[in-house]
């Protein structure tokens, strides 16, 4: 089972921009898709983006144009660069490696606040 840690979550003002990581304990030259959830309070978990390793990229309407999704295999970790920040954005995000496999980070709380 893979090992994950996210990290650089926060509170920030909305406007603002955070960038969230994501390391795995083992190489992520191994899989394909991998991406970021979201799940905000009272709501179901969502996914946010996701990134093949070829470099396709998708994501939510909702995120489309502000979040950017990476990754870097050399080091095992991907990356959300999340700008123009917005209170909706407020969740606990989760990275998901491989893509829909039950390999979950422990999450970090992003709080956007207006």
């Known amino acids: 089972q893979v090992q994950l840690v996210e990290s650089g979550g926060g509170l920030v003002q909305a406007g603002g921009s955070l960038r969230l990581s994501c390391t795995a304990s083992?190489?992520?030259?191994?899989?394909?898709?991998i991406g970021w959830h979201r799940q905000a309070p009272g709501k179901q978990r969502e996914l946010v983006a996701s990134?093949?390793?070829?470099?396709?990229?998708n994501y939510a309407d909702s995120v489309k144009g502000r979040f950017t999704i990476s990754r870097n295999n050399a080091k095992s970790t991907m990356y959300l660069q999340m700008n123009s920040l917005k209170p909706e954005d407020t969740a606990v995000y989760y990275c998901?490696?491989?893509?829909?496999?039950?390999?979950w980070g422990q999450g970090t709380q992003v709080t956007v606040s207006s």
């Open positions: 998901n490696v491989p893509l829909n496999s039950p390999n």
């Open positions: 083992t190489s992520t030259y191994r899989f394909n898709a």
């Open positions: 990134t093949s390793y070829t470099g396709v990229t």
